[in-house]
């Protein structure tokens, strides 16, 4: 565990991992402080659904070009700004939510907001890839990366569920707004290194015929299929947590399930990173991704007992650490070494995109049949993402 823990020590980073931690409260919280806000203003789970779903697509949509001109301009000159907008597009979507407006408004406000947030994971793990290259270094590294992610979907949701208590779904919408914005001065405080600097100009970085450059190199675009894929399973989940929970007569429980998942992920990718295991990374992760879609089959069949599903959720939840630990690894290999954020940002578009998508189709499963039937989608998702990383010719070549 202390190996684990190292790249705490080096003041290079630190300030990195902290602002990340701060920042990675805001995808813990926000699609479920949406859920709970549209769903306490009186519209029906399918509204649910499309609202946070255009947050999604809108952070899909914007998370490429913003790891773009990170890398051309420096990673502070795109984040600052950045939570300074998401943070005031927060607090205007929750006054949205309580004015009434149509939920194709409040759909096409969520979008515009999640334009603007900061691509706080794309630049940590570019950052730390320059800094430590490849070898374990930078495994311990990603692996606190994944610790982050987790401990953010361990605390947002329960900071959700409290917000949404004491102030409101619309406050939850804020508090969501606001923890990205504070990850973002703490990731400035950091000392100015290469690895967060400036890589190019931001004339070329905005070239329409540059803008998808990245997603050339040799391999790439399979893996970001495959994350998108895999994060219907996300996507779905929220929406299912929270019928579920609500069929419960606790609303609240929605956040401790999707907590249970982070737990058992933050173990799964502690226990991972602390050994060294064989294989290739595509290899590691396409079975972990197997095994993840074989773990979510039961989750359907539990979900009368809230004590049984939560012990479920914790088996599945276990693999994405580890899946997590490969994958981005993966990605920082296949990247070029001036787009290391905008690959890290594509991976991010895919996960939201494929969220975006997973909680459409969950809210409208939901609507149509209940929630048992919404968790097929991601069971789908991730056993098409399975074949994904096995068919790709790219990525078996540069196993050779």
């Known amino acids: 565990m202390r190996d684990t823990l190292a790249p705490l020590a080096d003041a290079r980073v630190r300030p990195l991992l902290v602002g990340h931690l701060l920042g990675r409260l805001t995808p813990g919280m926000m699609v479920l402080a949406i859920v709970l806000a549209v769903r306490e203003a009186g519209y029906p789970y399918a509204v649910a659904g499309l609202v946070a779903g255009g947050h999604q697509f809108g952070v899909a949509l914007g998370s490429p070009l913003q790891g773009r001109v990170a890398d051309a301009i420096g990673h502070r000159r795109v984040l600052l700004p950045d939570g300074a907008v998401y943070l005031a597009g927060s607090i205007g979507l929750a006054v949205a939510l309580d004015a009434g407006l149509p939920g194709q408004a409040l759909a096409v406000l969520a979008l515009a907001v999640g334009l603007a947030s900061p691509p706080m ?11 430590y290259g490849t070898g374990r270094d930078r495994e311990r590294a990603f692996v606190l990366t994944v610790v982050n992610v987790e401990l953010g979907f361990i605390a947002g949701p329960l900071l959700t ?5 004491v102030a409101g779904g619309a406050a939850a919408v804020v508090g969501a707004g606001a923890a990205v914005a504070v990850g973002t001065l703490v990731y400035a405080s950091a000392p100015k290194d290469v690895a967060t600097a400036a890589h190019g100009r931001l004339s070329a970085a905005l070239r329409p015929q540059g803008l998808v450059e990245v997603l050339g190199a040799p391999g790439l675009l399979a893996v970001v299929a495959a994350y998108m894929a895999i994060a219907t399973t996300f996507g779905a989940f929220d929406l299912f947590a929270a019928a579920v929970a609500e069929g419960f007569g606790r609303p609240s429980l929605a956040g401790t399930y999707i907590a249970v998942i982070a737990v058992a992920s933050l173990t799964g990718g502690l226990f991972y990173g602390a050994r060294v295991w064989t294989g290739t990374l595509r290899a590691r992760m396409r079975r972990l991704t197997a095994w993840f879609a074989l773990a979510l089959v039961p989750v359907p069949l539990v979900a009368g007992d809230p004590v049984l599903l939560g012990v479920v959720l914790a088996v599945s939840g276990a693999l994405i650490g580890p899946l997590n630990v490969c994958g981005f690894q993966l990605i920082d290999d296949l990247s070029p070494p001036r787009g290391r954020a905008e690959a890290q940002s594509w991976i991010q578009a895919a996960v939201y995109l494929g969220g975006a998508v997973g909680g459409v189709l969950g809210g409208v499963v ?9 968790m097929l989608v ?23």
């Open 121 to 131: 994971t794309a630049c940590t793990r570019a950052a730390l890839g320059a800094t």
């Open 378 to 400: 991601g069971v789908l998702g991730s056993l098409t993402a399975v074949a994904v990383l096995g068919r790709s010719r790219a990525l078996r070549d540069r196993e050779v």
């Open 161 to 165: 569920g409290l917000l949404a208590a």
């Open 366 to 374: 939901i609507d149509l049949a209940g929630p048992r039937p919404a």
